[in-house]
Nanobody, 115 residues
Framework: QVQLVESGGGLVQAGGSLRLSCVASRIIFSINVMGWYRQAPGKQRELVAIITSGGSTNYADSVKGRFTISRDNTKNTVYLQMNSLKPEDTALYYC?????????WGQGTQVTVSS
């Protein structure tokens, strides 16, 4: 069973930074597309950023220029560096990957940005 474990969330003031990490196990990490999603209370889960096995990235418009997704295949880890955080970035952040037809999600890590 694929496992994804996120960490790095917390409480930060507006304008601050956080770095999220997601460690994957039981997959051939280097070939997988990895993604970060978030869900705020009362809202649908949304894509934040994705990174392909080759390192190509894509971002939601709301985080472009502030967030950076990266991966370290030697550590089976994907990161999300979040700078210039805003209160509207407050959400539960999830790591996701897919193997075949199956999607796998981590348990999420809470990010709270105070104004």
């Amino acid at each position: 069973q694929v496992q994804l474990v996120e960490s790095g969330g917390g409480l930060v003031q507006a304008g601050g930074s956080l770095r999220l990490s997601c460690v994957a196990s039981r997959i051939i990490f280097s070939i997988n597309v990895m993604g970060w999603y978030r869900q705020a209370p009362g809202k649908q889960r949304e894509l934040v950023a994705i990174i392909t096995s080759g390192g190509s990235t894509n971002y939601a418009d709301s985080v472009k220029g502030r967030f950076t997704i990266s991966r370290d295949n030697t550590k089976n880890t994907v990161y999300l560096q979040m700078n210039s955080l805003k209160p509207e970035d407050t959400a539960l952040y999830y790591c996701k990957t897919a193997v075949g037809r199956n999607d796998y999600w981590g348990q999420g890590t809470q990010v709270t940005v105070s104004s």
